[in-house]
């Protein structure tokens, strides 16, 4: 009898895999495939969708290569490509004082001025313009080294393919703010002494730039002469050119980066395609509530 219950007991056990079977295979076999969608959705390019090739113009190099950790583009405060947010004006409020007293002294005359925007003085033959004679003047004041500015330079030249637009630049660098606004302004005015303004202004416009060296790299291979632009710029032969389109700012009632003024009026719409478009035919922005302005 007992024998006999002791086996009848064994035989009412089932052994360890068929015991498992019956749910704890279920649960690990779960949680691996869990484990594994995470690892793979999380730690992957492909699994997390997240694409990290860096910005690239047609026919132009990367802006810069990605660098997990490292590359800006990573970071969400930094995606303004393609958005309001790039085409935006803005002001910045200045963080150190530009090592050049005369361009110190113009930008806190800038920053303290509250004049009425009104171009002054008008665009005239020393000003940088390109475009037909006798077209619509769309006046851009600039600092390269911010990236509205460089986009507001696309937009107009995409307009000036649907429409007669002549465009002038002017510099106001914000050189309390950005390490590179001076050295940029200036690059382009030693590249102008040789013809070369907006080749060298579209170059910049299109590529960016992240530092003096590479500033400089791009701007001397679009020159006749190199190495007479390299010395132009460190012995800042043109940053008295600078500091007069700073006071022009100053006397126009600038108050942003990038600031339009079409035909001597400013403009004070959206800085995107359907509405400075519609200000330059003359036509009302309706949709939404940013309207095309150009105060009298």
Known sequence: MELGGAVS???????PPFALA?????????LFVFLFAVI????????????????????????????????ITSDVRNWERGTEGHHRRYRPTTTHTPLDPEVAEALNEWRGSDRRPRLDPPIGAA???????????????????????????????ELSQERPVRMAIRHLPLADVHALALPAAEALEA?????????????LAQAGFNNDAELLARIA????????????????????TIVE??????ASGVHEVPEVFIDGKHYGGALTRDPLGAALDGREWRAGSRRPKLDS
Do not use: M
């Open 9 to 15: 007991t064994a035989a009412a056990i089932p052994p």
């Open 22 to 30: 019956g749910g704890s295979w279920i649960f690990l076999i779960f």
């Open 40 to 71: 793979f959705g999380y730690y992957t390019v492909r699994g997390s969708g997240i694409n990290l090739r860096p910005y690239r113009r047609a026919g132009g190099p990367p802006e810069s290569p990605p660098q997990i950790a490292h590359d």
């Open 127 to 157: 000003d940088h313009v390109r475009g037909p004679e006798g077209a619509q003047t769309v006046t851009l004041y600039l600092d390269l080294a911010a990236a509205p500015c460089r986009s507001a330079i696309g937009l107009v030249e």
């Open 191 to 203: 590249a102008a002494a040789q013809g070369r303004f907006f080749e060298t202004l579209d170059v």
């Open 221 to 240: 291979q679009s020159v006749p002469d190199p190495e007479r632009f390299r010395n132009d710029v460190k012995d800042g032969r043109f940053r008295s």
């Open 245 to 250: 389109h700073i006071r022009h700012a100053t």
